[in-house]
RNA sequence: GGAGGCAUCGCAUAGUGGCCAAUUGCACAAGAUUGCUAAUCUUGAACCGUUUACGGUUUCGAGGGUUCGAAUCCCUCUGCCUCCGCCA
């Protein structure tokens, strides 16, 4: 959410991040009607209940003074609030509207931001690492998988449906590996592990600014719970309405969760092997800073350099881009993909996703910091992928394969696996 | 699943229809003052409107209702606690 001043005073420039991130900027406009009336009707009721609360005031000083209460005070009483009710209800109404719509409103991307219609417009940034050199054809992840019997996906499907999988054996422990070698990383560096809540409120999904954009990409329970698509909702929410302290900050915390996701938009595509599943497990990271941009941008980079120095400790060669406005999510101010080579297809593909926010989020979460001069702030959220099991997975499977059909397990993953390659 | 209880501005507390635009203690922060690692005093949310100041509105888990007037009474919801039952 944005700061309705904000909106109010750089009309122009919201309106033309929203056509920047192929989003409808007709809102602004209706946003910026209903706000002019809602203060206009505001302004009404405030002096309605001005009028009454001084009224039973008086009213008050009747009664403390031992005396009964004037009949005619208490009928304009009653007059008044019989006015008032006459128009609450459409300023409750519009309330409601100034809300729904305030929620619609998307972050304004950073100015480093390129501005693009859709993937076509990121950029690559850096490109790192070296591809390996096969002298055989490198089989796709699955089908290697599938022959060594770490992954099922036949009867995944009988059982769970499309883009369902069974990972078995060492497949099992390799991701477990992974995910425990990405989380010990991150421990390193000063970040609280946590597990986190999967199912979670229609108030978190909003809140980290999922809702109401992704709300077809959710899954939803029979009693109204929502199932998360990272561990980002959870731990970005962890303190939805609380204040802390600037001493506090930054905040870095991180999960390990399950992820679910419908891809709805996604019919018919990379449905051969893992890489596009409706569940997944993912290493996620969460960083809390103080309310300045400068700040947020170092962690932003920092962030990423994570990831890349996951992917580096697994000797895979990847790429950063910047991504570019019609790429991105609404509530994002920047945000950076890290893409891994997939030696089978002859391409880097996503695996990693690194965004900063501002206060996008804090705000629609209500989470504040007193700042040290004594003023109450919001904080300021990131958030990044560590590691994303099945894609992962996949690509170091891809890149350690063997002319024999077997997988080497990169050096660092060794000591978790207990084995040095995969047969 | 059954019965009962509780929910107050960071934490802990007082408050059972008008003297509550909410008590007291602690914590935190800002300012002032004295000075020596601390004490004392003052202040502390959001929003709207005229705007150096001020006025008004909202805020006692959430949403409704009763009333001239609700933290206080009624209804619904949510969360927590205790006991019983069931299960691991």
């Known amino acids: 959410m944005l700061d309705i001043q904000y909106i109010r005073e750089n009309a122009d420039v919201v309106k033309t991040a929203c056509v920047n991130k192929n989003l409808d900027d007709k809102i602004i406009d209706k946003l910026i009607k209903v706000d002019e009336k809602r203060r206009d009707l505001l302004v009404k009721v405030e002096k309605f209940r001005a009028e009454s609360n001084s009224n039973a005031k008086k009213i008050k000083e009747q009664v403390h003074g031992g005396g009964r209460p004037d009949a005619d005070l208490v009928a304009h009483g009653k007059k008044v609030k019989t006015q008032l009710k006459e128009i609450e209800p459409t300023f409750k109404d519009l309330e409601e509207q100034y809300l729904d719509l305030m929620l619609q409103v998307p972050n304004v991307p950073a100015d480093d931001t390129p501005v693009g219609p859709d993937e076509s417009g990121n950029e690559i940034i850096r490109t790192i690492g070296d591809k390996p050199n096969f002298d055989f054809n490198p089989l796709p992840h699955h089908e290697l998988m599938e022959k060594l019997d770490i992954l099922d996906t036949k009867r995944a499907v009988r059982i769970a449906g499309f ?127 103080v309310a300045d941009e400068e700040e947020t941008r170092k962690w932003h980079d920092k962030m990423a350099g994570l990831s890349e120095q996951l992917l580096t400790d697994l000797g895979l060669s990847y790429q950063v881009l910047a ?101």
């Not at 590996?177 to 999967?198: C, H, I, K, N, S």
């Not at 229609?202 to 199932?227: C, N, R, S």
């Not at 926010?357 to 560590?386: C, E, P, W």
Request: glycine fraction near 8%.
């Open 163 to 289: 883009r369902a999988y069974y990972l078995k054996g060492d497949g099992f422990l390799l991701e477990q590996a992974l995910l425990r070698y990405a989380m010990d990383l991150l421990v390193q560096e000063g970040f609280t592990p946590m597990t986190v809540p999967v199912m979670v409120n229609k108030e978190a999904m909003v809140g980290t600014g999922y809702f109401p954009w992704g709300a077809e990409d959710h899954y939803k329970t029979q009693d109204g719970q929502i199932l998360t698509g990272t561990a980002e909702v959870s731990l970005t929410a962890y303190y939805m309405g609380e204040t802390l302290a600037e001493k506090d900050l930054p905040i870095q915390i991180a999960g390990v969760s399950p992820c679910f996701r419908r891809e709805i938009g996604a019919h018919g595509k990379d449905t051969a092997g893992i890489v596009r599943v409706h569940q997944f497990n993912k290493v996620e990271q969460v960083v809390y800073t």
């Open 323 to 423: 991504m570019c406005t019609g790429d991105m999510g609404a509530g994002q101010r920047k945000k950076y993909d890290i893409e891994t080579w997939f030696p089978s297809q002859e391409k880097y593909r996503e695996t990693h996703s690194a965004s900063y926010f501002n206060d996008f989020q804090s705000r629609r979460l209500n989470i504040r910091y007193q700042a040290k001069d004594g003023s109450l702030k919001h904080v300021y959220t990131l958030n990044n992928t560590m590691a994303a099991s099945p894609r992962m997975l996949a690509a170091i499977i891809e890149n350690y394969q063997t002319a024999e059909g077997t997988i080497r397990v990169p050096e660092v993953l060794q000591p978790y696996m207990g084995k040095e390659e995969i047969k």
